[in-house]
């Protein structure tokens, strides 16, 4: 059996399948089997880009509708409905799995690479050294908003 597709956001905003990254629609097949293209203008990029830093998987999972571009939240006890528990396997929707923090930390180090004033630049960089990195990041772009 292959495995579950896997959603990523490319820079550019565009939702597509794992290695498809660059191509802005979602294949899908309907019941009778044929592919579309799920657009991603129809798509709820805030609500998919919240599922992406989730972190929670092990008490719900977030999901996808192929067809439709609908998100929703699948918890054991009562499934995509909150009140029928539903088997995961049973469901024709796609996981969305949580970008590892990995990600998150590489983003802060491209942003503060890329800050044009140098100083400020530095000061980012040096924030997200080591444990506490995320607090120090937020801390230095909340607090001096108006430099970046």
Not at 14 to 21: D, I
Not at 45 to 66: G, K, N
Not at 111 to 140: C, H, K, M, P
Request: aromatic share 6%; glycine share 6%.
């Amino acid at each position: 059996m292959a495995p579950d597709p896997v959603l990523t956001i490319d820079w550019a905003g565009s939702l597509a399948a794992e290695g498809e990254a660059d191509i802005p629609w979602l294949p899908t097949t309907t019941a009778t089997g044929v592919d579309t293209m799920l657009d991603v203008r129809h798509l709820d990029l805030e609500e998919i880009a919240t599922a992406l830093q989730d972190q929670s998987a092990d008490e719900y999972r977030w999901l996808i509708d192929p067809a439709s571009g609908e998100i929703m939240m699948w918890t054991a006890d009562g499934g995509i409905d909150g009140k029928t528990p539903v088997d995961l396997d049973e469901l024709d929707l796609v996981p969305i799995e949580a970008l590892p923090p990995s990600v998150w930390h590489r983003d802060m180090v491209d942003f503060a690479e890329r800050v044009s004033d140098e100083q400020a630049g530095r000061r980012l960089l040096r924030a997200v050294q080591g444990r506490g990195a995320f607090r120090r990041f937020r801390t230095n772009c909340t607090t001096r908003i108006r430099t970046y």
